[in-house]
């Protein structure tokens, strides 16, 4: 994340805000400092996760998660979060 701030110029604070707090923003300066950094447009880096994952995973995603019982469920959304902290 300090890179990210150094290459930016968007301080440290307001990266670690946007990170640790789903629903919170910045301006639009910084918005667009930091999707160049990753090499996106604004629009392209705000609906980059809905890209990511193609509408035929999602499906499937969906569908093998129709099959597990609610206590799998529980444990897979647990494995999952544990998975994205991994990088913190």
Do not use: C, H, W
Not at 12 to 32: C, F, H, I, Q
């Amino acid at each position: 994340m300090t890179d990210l701030s150094r290459a930016t110029g968007v301080s440290l604070d307001v990266l670690k805000k946007l990170k640790s707090r789903p629903n919170s923003s910045t301006s639009a300066e910084s918005g667009a400092r930091i999707a160049a950094f990753y090499g996106k447009s604004v629009d392209e880096f705000i609906n980059f996760s809905r890209a990511v994952v193609s509408q035929s995973e999602t499906a499937e995603f969906l569908s093998l998660l129709d099959r597990l019982t609610a206590e799998e469920r529980k444990l897979l959304l647990r494995q999952l979060r544990g998975m994205a902290r991994g990088g913190d």
